[in-house]
């Protein structure tokens, strides 16, 4: 049974703050610069995850029972929270940026939270420690920077932090999780207080602190379903989370083929694709309602594996023609559409061929 004070509560503690932050922000100068990349204007405070950390935190001390796991996820979740301040204050460098969510990864693992094994298809299981450390690592920094990644837009990494933390939690209800519930309806109220300010037109970003923390806390939830849970195994966390996912591995192999620096910032992610095309709103709402299918095809896969798994399939393959008809990633990067071309090729092919034998006769 879900307690709403979970929920109600940190909602009114960020909706109280955010304001307070604001009016802290343009006194202290804390707001974002305008620059190629962005899509604002005027002096917008962008260190609006202070509310967020702040709801989560005193929410946290009054409604969960805290044991190691929690510990390691909120002391990680803090190192990245301050990390991002900082960044959000001086602008830190992406290499000591990348450092701090190693550190956070180690916390987090120090603290036990971490893949015990992963199962492959075929009944392949790999539990070999180095293996899933390094797994877990590279989970934690992964997902960190894909939610920093797609805040671009106003609401769009609060918006879909909420959605993807209530379908965890929802499954989490339905497996009888109720510390995976708690820490994650939390972290939604926390983060939905926040986005009454935060929707199109914005009066306030989230910031790094805010991007930073709720990637690493989003990866750490998802990893702490891994000790006991039969739902949040290795393919839903990843089904979940996966317009950040593709996000960040097209901007990757679209930094590599251009000879670009991984950590290197461009305006060619897939908001900023779809807002030249369906504006500002429109695409927060198209971004959140393919993370909300991507979340209905996780229920799909309780119900049935093979229905979800075509729903996935579906999905994605509409994202990947997305992908090669925008360019995304390169003009020349279309395997769908030149496997589509090729085939049709080979079709007109071997009509002319049977054309000509029929008029020979």
Known sequence: MLDYKIILFPILISAI?????????????AYAIENERTVHHGKISRIGGVAIYIAFVVSMALFSRTDAAFNGIVL???????????????????????????????????????????????????????????????WVVGITNAVNLIDGLDGLAGGMSVIILVVIGSLAIIERRPDVVTITFILAGSTFGFLIYNAHPASIFMGDCGSLFLGFMISAISLLGFKGSTVLTLALPILLLMVPIIDTLSAILRRTLKGMKFLQADKSHIHHLLMKQFGHRNTVVIMCGLTT????????????????????????????????KSAMISERFHPLMGLHRRIRAKIKQISDKFTALWYRR
């Open 17 to 29: 703050l955010t304001p307070l932050v604001k009016m802290y922000s343009l006194w202290a100068k």
């Open 76 to 138: 990680g979740g803090s190192i990245m929270f301050f990390a991002g301040l900082i960044d959000d204050l001086v602008d830190m460098k992406p290499t000591v940026k990348l450092l701090f969510e190693i550190m956070a990864a180690f916390v987090l693992i120090y603290f036990g939270v971490q893949v015990d094994v992963i199962r492959l298809p075929f009944g392949i299981t790999i539990d070999w420690g180095i293996i899933t450390f390094l797994f877990t690592l590279c």
């Open 293 to 324: 299918l991507f979340g209905l095809s996780a229920f799909a896969y309780l119900i049935n594996k093979e229905i979800g798994f075509l729903v996935m399939l579906v999905i994605l393959f509409g994202v990947e023609l997305f992908i090669e």
